[in-house]
T-cell receptor, first 115, second 114 residues
Framework: AQSVTQLGSHVSVSEGALVLLRCNYS??????LFWYVQYPNQGLQLLLK??????LVKGINGFEAEFKKSETSFHLTKPSAHMSDAAEYFC?????????????FGQGTRLTINP | KAGVTQTPRYLIKTRGQQVTLSCSPI?????VSWYQQTPGQGLQFLFE???????NKGNFPGRFSGRQFSNSRSEMNVSTLELGDSALYLC?????????????FGPGTRLTVL
């Protein structure tokens, strides 16, 4: 069964430092993978998605993720953290049942940015 | 283009009551999915509707039900509320609900059961 595991429920970095949020997936078929961000009291916003077109995916707000099949990983990175990046981040994989999409989410990683 | 809207944004109910939450998808989107978000269980899939038909259902008790109207708006109903139903309920819409279609999320309805 398809699933995702996010390593680290909390990550703290200094402003200007590299952000690395880890996600490993389990899938018996080529997956569609997503990273979403959730700011306090808001819904989820898509950061980027992998749909097999390119292994390095660029998203919004300077984030990018690299799909590595050999490592079954889809880690999210940003070269330089900004205070506004403080939020919760979710990795998700698509499951298709009877032609319909269902997103399976990881447990989330709360990112804190230290000034 | 207006985003996904959910009403109400906040709701307080007592155990045993029932509640109906509403979701209006992005114009042109025909697929609506519902998710429950709690600190303990994270984000869990409830069900998905497409063209007024439920295509997919998560592992929730029958107290959780939903429907979709011809204009793609969707409602979710929870009967006989329990304390554990307190959560943020998120609605997401997409064009067709297929794997490569991005799901756009609404701001959620925060339900508190006392």
């Amino acid at each position: 069964a398809q699933s995702v595991t996010q390593l680290g429920s909390h990550v703290s970095v200094s402003e200007g430092a590299l952000v690395l949020l880890r996600c490993n997936y389990s899938s018996s078929v080529p997956p569609y993978l997503f990273w979403y961000v959730q700011y306090p009291n808001q819904g989820l916003q898509l950061l980027l998605k992998y749909t097999s077109a390119a292994t390095l995916v660029k998203g919004i707000n300077g984030f990018e993720a690299e799909f590595k099949k050999s490592e079954t990983s889809f880690h999210l990175t940003k070269p330089s953290a900004h205070m506004s990046d403080a939020a919760e981040y979710f990795c998700a994989v698509t499951i298709i049942i009877q032609g319909a999409q269902k997103l399976v989410f990881g447990q989330g990683t709360r990112l804190t940015i230290n000034p | 283009k207006a985003g996904v809207t959910q009403t109400p944004r906040y709701l307080i109910k007592t155990r045993g009551q029932q509640v109906t939450l509403s979701c209006s998808p992005i114009s042109g989107h025909r697929s609506v999915s519902w998710y429950q978000q709690t600190p303990g269980q994270g984000l869990q899939f409830l069900f998905e509707y497409f063209s007024e038909t439920q295509r997919n259902k998560g592992n929730f008790p029958g107290r959780f039900s939903g429907r979709q109207f011809s204009n793609s708006r969707s409602e979710m109903n929870v009967s006989t509320l329990e304390l554990g139903d307190s959560a943020l309920y998120l609605c997401a819409s997409s064009f067709t609900g297929t794997s490569y279609n991005e799901q756009f999320f609404g701001p959620g309805t925060r339900l508190t059961v006392l």
